[in-house]
């Protein structure tokens, strides 16, 4: 017997609230992606395996020291901000003028080490945060909202605004837009280009690994899951449109909503191909991207 129309409209708004809360942290993790691209013009083909060091970052916090994720969230982003300048400035930037060919296998290569290099330290098995109010919620109306994925929404937004303030209205925000519009201008004019490179990409990762303590309190962290969160990541920046910040919190948004749906309305393995299935409409119609500028 099918479920009387009230009970099945309830389910629906259920599920679309658990998507849009899910879609904002997934919005967080492609903004790091998206950042980098826009400015350097590189393609992070490890940001998956980086959001999965924030994830196991965040639970040897919380199960070593008892810190939340969303407490050890701030210091995890200043450590990823160090790594991603460091990285940049020593091993990626002599590979900014190559061929994209060369910084595909470079940054393939690093995500392999990082992939194995999280299997020998911490094994294959799944490890999760278990947070004491992890299954609380709050009930509004027929909807019940997850308290964790409230307060992880929210601090992916707050992530959010924070970089959009910094991009807007910092001297060194607008020096970094700056080379992402003319590269060759902002260096006339006396940018130290390469110093906003690093400051990019170090801003970049401190978002993936905000992202990653923030994931860590809604599914568990794996070595295996990094290539699927890399693929997340370029499908979200793709549908909002390659260097776009708000296209990469509204693909994010679109995701999370369309996976959410799916796993009621087809099946729970489905999601994937909806995820896809979205990311082929939008290159279909709108190449670019939804927020995307035309090449």
Known sequence: MDPPNGMLWSLYANVLVQGVLTGLVYGLMALGLSVIFGVVRVVNFAHGEFAVVGMYAAFVLFRSF??????????????????GYGLQR???????????????ILLVGLAIIMVNGTLMIFGPDARSANLSYS?????IGAIIVDKVRV???TAALAVAALLFAFFRFTATGVAIRACADNLVGAAVVGLDVKKLYALTFGL????????????????????????????????????????????????????GIAEAMASVLIAPSMKTMASFGLLVLVLALRPQGLLGRRA
Do not use: K
């Open 135 to 139: 299954f609380d919620s709050w009930e």
């Open 151 to 153: 307060y992880a929404a």
């Open 204 to 255: 970049g990762l401190a978002c993936v690994g905000a992202a990653g303590a923030l994931m860590v309190t809604l599914t568990d962290a794996t070595p295996m899951i990094a290539p699927a969160f890399t693929l997340l990541a370029f499908t979200i920046v793709i549908i909002g449109g390659m260097g776009s910040m708000t296209g990469a919190i509204v693909g994010g948004l679109l995701i």
């Open 90 to 104: 020593t091993l990626i930037n002599p590979f900014v003028s190559r061929p994209e060919h060369e910084q595909f």
């Open 66 to 83: 008892g810190i939340d994720p969303f407490v050890s969230m701030l210091p995890i982003a200043a450590v990823f901000f160090v790594i």
